[in-house]
């Protein structure tokens, strides 16, 4: 990869202690590559396009330059981590040189160069310099207990891996939280006046596989410390559950859990927290090696690819149980995270939760969690706007104040920082969610999905502390039935339409603006399924900590159900996606009355469904007469 042998060559004089020593930076010129502007979560492109003659670098100088920027002065510690995925171990040493070359001082990388997303969250939060040297042998000389600045995190998500399909690059800011909107425009606008970027001319070979402690020294102020990559993530855990209930609950006669970690980075992190501390048996993991391409599996943990776990789990494909196996023969817990390991699919013996009931039920739940009991429980909870209002009505019976913010994690972080509001930093229990199988709290600033699983365990050993009968167990399915006798159930379900043009999906959700946004809504007329469309509103949010306001988030379609209840269909493009658009359409309706939760919710769903795509004309606008996937 380096081969940029016009590349200028300069001596770059810098001060270590009271020694002057000399590195040789090498300045490579290069011009700006078009189409760099972060998505919902970092800049995801295909492989192919990584590895283009300058574009890791000019993304990654960009980012460092815009860090630097906003930090005030040089970068002194930072790590460099990602989920695993094809291109991960090629582009971490580059990154590491450029790092390097930009003058920051302290370099970390995980053993094997994987973390999950919510791991590097809390090493960047937790990590002291100090733990150089406890980590193992080499370390020694550091001063100070610095920690991170952040995190140049290497991860499409729950995006494919391997040659082909993506791989991404996001920076996550000191607290652990990914960098806001105003940090990835600046970046962008420096990807398009970028003329040069800065690495090394001696390029030393770091070994991924070495041992935990082991140092490179890359200039006589730069070094790569190879760390522990479980230590700070399993404290953040500690701190939350009690994994001695948990340990004694797995042991339970009736108990057993599936994970699945789809060969992600969560995949090793399940491994050490629900084998190694907890005691459960190995059998209880599948698919938790990580591997380039995720076994060629579409790491995203929902009930289409997933089918694997949704099948162990007697379920059918559409979230049913499947009737004709006996639920008595089946795990007691099942779940899935993606590819970064920070989502999480949750389901019981034939039963799936959605993940908005599963946040929902957390909150409700709250006393179960040690995390939350011991503070005095929950100060503030959150979801994004697409997600159900399952949690608005807990939180409203529970007198805990409700947010809904936009699509994208980052919006939870500042909440959850906020001292105006809460107090500060670590005084904030919070939990967060998304219907994106994202779950989350205070203790990192991204979703966790080993910790919703965690919470889960720690639900169900409360539920059946009292239950002492042999073998019987309070299940998932009973707790979310009970839940949704107390406050009614929210049928939810998403189709995707993958892939789309990009014209085509702009100009459905320009139709939906114009024709029900801004045109009258209610003046439509009503069809054959007797459902009446009421308003429609584009969200838009500002937040309440920094005031910053993001607009377009989502068009919502209200309506009334013959029965006179209200139902909603929003319409979101992702922005996740790496090539063409994906359109997204979430419905959701409320149902009090319990003698029809039993319903699967496509089915409950369809006439909803049926209506709101005739309205958008959503089959003449792209040529599409049904999803590419329904979770
Ligand atoms: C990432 C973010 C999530 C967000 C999701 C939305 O996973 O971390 O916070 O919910 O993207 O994806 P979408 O494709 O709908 O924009
Ligand atoms: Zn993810």
């Known amino acids: 990869r380096y081969r940029h042998t016009a590349a200028a060559m300069i001596h770059a004089a810098t001060t270590s202690g009271n020694v002057d020593t000399t590195a040789e930076v090498r300045i490579v010129p290069t011009t700006p590559i078009p189409d760099m502007r972060p998505g919902t979560s970092g800049l995801r492109k295909k492989v192919e396009v990584w590895q283009g003659e300058h574009y890791l670098e000019n993304f990654v100088q960009s980012l460092i330059d815009t860090a630097v920027e906003k930090e005030g002065k040089t970068l002194d510690t930072i790590i460099i981590a990602g989920d695993g995925r094809y291109h991960n171990s090629q582009a971490i040493p580059i990154i590491a040189h450029l790092a390097a070359a930009n003058g920051i001082r302290h370099i970390w990388i995980p053993q094997f160069g994987i973390m999950s997303t919510p791991a590097v969250s809390a090493a960047i939060r937790r990590r002291r310099r100090s733990e150089d040297e406890e980590d193992g042998r080499g370390g020694g000389g550091r001063d100070g207990e610095g920690i991170a600045q952040g995190g140049i995190v290497l991860t499409a998500s729950h995006n494919p891996g391997g040659p082909g399909e993506d791989f991404g690059i996001k920076y996550n800011e000191g607290l652990g939280q990914p960098a806001g909107e105003d940090f990835t425009e600046a970046l962008y606008q420096k990807t398009l006046t970028i003329s040069s970027y800065k690495t090394l001319s001696n390029i030393v070979d770091i070994d991924l596989s070495a041992p935990v402690g082991t140092q490179y020294t890359l200039t006589p102020t730069s070094t790569v410390t190879i760390i522990d990559p479980y230590r700070n993530y399993l404290d953040a855990l500690k701190s939350c559950f009690d994994f001695d209930q948990l340990r004694k609950f797995g042991q339970r006669k009736g108990f057993s859990m599936v994970f699945d970690g789809m060969h992600g980075a969560g995949g090793i992190f399940a491994k050490r927290v629900l084998v190694e501390e907890l005691g459960l048996p190995e059998s209880s993991l599948m698919r938790c090696n990580p591997l380039p391409d995720f076994g060629k599996c579409h790491p995203d943990p929902n009930l289409t690819y997933a089918s694997e776990l949704v099948k162990k789990m007697g379920l059918l494909p559409d979230g049913s149980a499947d009737e004709s196996i006996p639920s008595s023969s ?208 584009e969200f838009s949010y500002t ?84 999803p590419t996937v329904i979770t």
């Open 330 to 537: 089946l795990p007691t817990l099942g779940a899935a995270n993606d590819g970064d390991g920070d989502r999480n699919l949750i389901a019981g013996a034939g039963f799936f939760v959605t993940p908005s009931d599963s946040m929902a039920l957390i909150c409700d739940n709250w006393e179960s969690i040690p995390q939350f009991a011991s503070r005095g429980g929950l100060k503030g909870v959150a979801r994004s706007m697409p997600s159900s209002a399952a949690l608005d009505v807990v939180a409203s019976a529970r007198n805990i104040p409700c947010f809904v913010t936009p699509t994208g994690w980052k919006f939870f972080g500042n909440l959850m920082s906020s001292k105006e509001m809460f107090g500060g930093e670590d005084y904030t229990p919070f939990l967060c969610g998304e219907e994106s199988f994202g779950t989350g709290s205070d203790h990192v600033r991204e979703k966790d999905g080993l910790w919703a699983v965690l919470a889960w365990m720690s639900i169900l050993a409360k539920a059946n502390e009292g239950n002492v009968a042999e073998g019987t167990l309070v299940g998932v399915k009973d707790i979310v039935q009970n839940h949704w006798e107390k406050y009614g159930r929210h049928f939810y379900c998403r189709y995707d339409y993958e892939g789309v043009d990009s014209n085509a999906a702009n100009k459905v959700m320009d139709f939906i603006r114009e024709s029900f946004v801004n045109g009258d809504a209610s003046s439509m007329e009503i069809g054959e399924s007797g459902i009446k469309l009421t308003n429609a509103v």
């Open 543 to 626: 937040d309440p900590v920094d005031g910053s306001k993001t607009s377009k988030q989502g068009l919502i379609l209200n309506f009334e159900l013959p029965s006179g209840d209200p139902a909603r269909v929003v319409f979101r493009l992702s922005g996740t996606g790496s090539a063409g658009a994906t359109i997204r359409m979430y419905l959701e309706q409320y149902e009090k009355d319990s003698t029809k939760h039993g319903m699967s919710a496509p089915v409950a769903l369809r006439g909803l469904a049926e209506e709101a795509l005739r309205l958008v004309k959503m089959e003449e606008k792209t040529g599409r007469d049904s």
